[in-house]
């Protein structure tokens, strides 16, 4: 418990310490996001597991105090980690040959975010963030003990154990080769010309001393093995897209809410979320089809009035004729997995379908059985079944039972 409560500590503090207000929004989706900590991860991950972006800490690494003994590198650990995910890197992954090298990138570029977003700068990074404390103390000691193990003083096994003992030097612009490498550069250019530029330092051959001492330490930045996930099916890497989409349009809302604007953003996620917020206009005209498809559906049991056609008895008047009994049966999903915005997205958009077909629309709540059924007139109808009545369901997921009384009703 004392554990998830340091979690859930460093969590919340985020969103009420105003240090971190250009890191505000990543604090906001953190919240959105599964957290977990696991003695099998040796730093910390993030990414796409099973079906779920998650955040797994490594619980050792959470405790020492040599990488985490601060509150700012615990926030560091999860805001990196965070920035990972919105930055989509475990999809964006599959566009680049050498995955590796692109996971040393992404780590580039969320680390100079982090390094420029708060006035603590380095001291935000877990272990030896400090570039001057890191060349004059611990990149000496890094470096005796791998001639130590060079010069056969010390075995394999006893050189990845002391190596251990020490603290982590996460990967950092200060120590890349290039000169064009800096923090300014990686904000300023992105992660495309940060991997082209790594792609001619050859950082798997001769010169990857600096990242395998990183990259053994800090672990994967997507935290999910490539094959694996290339090996997923399509329709689950859509899933994760969609589920991102959502879980970010949530924390541009509560952003929005605590009296933040995204003009305040980064360009990048500006026009991420502005195309969530506002999305194109559907190509496809399904007000034309619904009206299209209503008239000609339906059992002619009305009576209603044209001037269309010719009355026979009197000039100019109306003429009666059969029209359709036009019933629609909108299914809702109640199951757990709709939370209330969700049910009042999916509301709003029914009534919307029932003023364009003048149509009477009858709502059925499923989830893994049928609950209520009850006509939908207004919004103020809708709002009240939403905030005061509710819905019924919240179990588990089923269709079945909404067809069974669909056929059961032809009138639909």
Known sequence: NELYNSLTEVTEKLLYTGDFNKLLFFSYYLLTVQREFDNKIPTACAGLMGNLYK??????????????????????????ETMHIIHQDVLN??????????????DYFTNSLLINST?????????????ADWKNNWKPKQEALAAQRDNGTITEEEFKLKFKE??????????CE????????????????????LEKLDLNGQNSQQSYYSNNNL??????DWKEFNDLHSSTKQFARDQLDHQLKQAAQQFEA??????SLPGYLQDILEKLMNPPKPVYNWKKAIKSWTSTKGTYTKITSTRMKVNLLIEDGRRLKFAPNKYLLLMVDTSGSMSKEDLKEVMTEAYNIKKVSNCRVDVAEVDYTMHNVWEMKSLEQINKRLTTEGIAGRGGTSVDPGIKYLNENPKY
């Open 55 to 80: 955040i797994k800490v490594g619980t050792n690494f959470w405790l020492n105090k040599a990488n985490c003994g601060t509150y700012l590198q615990r926030a560091g650990l999860l805001l990196h």
């Open 93 to 106: 992954y599959e566009f680049y040959d050498n995955h590796q090298l692109f996971n040393i990138a992404a």
């Open 119 to 131: 006035p603590y700068g380095e001291t935000i990074l877990p272990g030896i963030g400090n570039t």
């Open 166 to 175: 020490l603290p982590i030097r996460p990967i950092h612009p200060d120590d």
């Open 178 to 197: 290039s000169e064009e490498i800096t923090v300014a550069n990686c904000i300023k250019n992105g992660v495309d010309w940060i991997y082209s530029k």
């Open 219 to 224: 672990g994967d930045a997507t935290g999910h």
């Open 258 to 263: 605590g009296g933040s604007t995204v003009g």
